[in-house]
């Protein structure tokens, strides 16, 4: 059994060498972090962090629906967009940015997570790039 650390994250995980998974380094980043064991393989995603926002603002570019019903599609609570939109009113760029920033604050935000949103408010275009780019496929 080999184990691996990831400097993003303290997690780890074990390669059984007996099996016959294949993870290669185009499968494995410090973003995902695959456990194989026995004949099973278990894949525990980092929460993004504050640090990720720029990654995520880049990634949700494209995105066409209006922030307001995406924050509330990832989960953010009504009120805080309300804030968030009583704050920046004038400035829809900026009620985006702090959306986000709201969301990776609750602290259960991951690119899948990400993805199945985006999925799910019809924006498959940009959920597909994202597992692309993210090797989330």
């Known amino acids: 059994v080999q184990r691996y650390w990831f400097e993003e994250t303290p997690s780890t995980f074990e390669i059984n060498p007996s099996l016959s998974t ?3 380094s185009n499968n494995v980043t410090g973003n995902i972090v695959k456990e194989v064991k026995s004949e099973s393989i278990v894949i525990q995603e980092r929460k993004l ?6 990654e995520v603002l880049s990634a949700t570019s494209k995105v066409s ?6 924050g509330l599609a990832l989960g953010i609570q009504y009120a805080d967009l309300k804030y968030i939109e009583g704050n920046y009113r ?6 985006r940015i702090e959306m986000l ?4 604050s609750l602290g259960h935000a991951t690119w899948t997570k990400l ?8 924006e498959v275009s ?10 989330l496929i």
Not at 90 to 95: A, Q, R, S, T
Not at 115 to 122: A, K
């Open 22 to 24: 294949d993870i290669s």
């Open 49 to 54: 962090r504050e640090k990720d926002l720029g």
């Open 65 to 70: 629906v209006d922030w307001f019903g995406f």
């Open 90 to 95: 004038h400035n829809v760029k900026h009620c």
């Open 101 to 104: 920033k709201s969301w990776i």
């Open 115 to 122: 993805v199945e949103t985006l999925r799910s408010q019809n």
């Open 126 to 135: 940009v959920a597909e790039d994202i597992e692309k780019n993210r090797f």
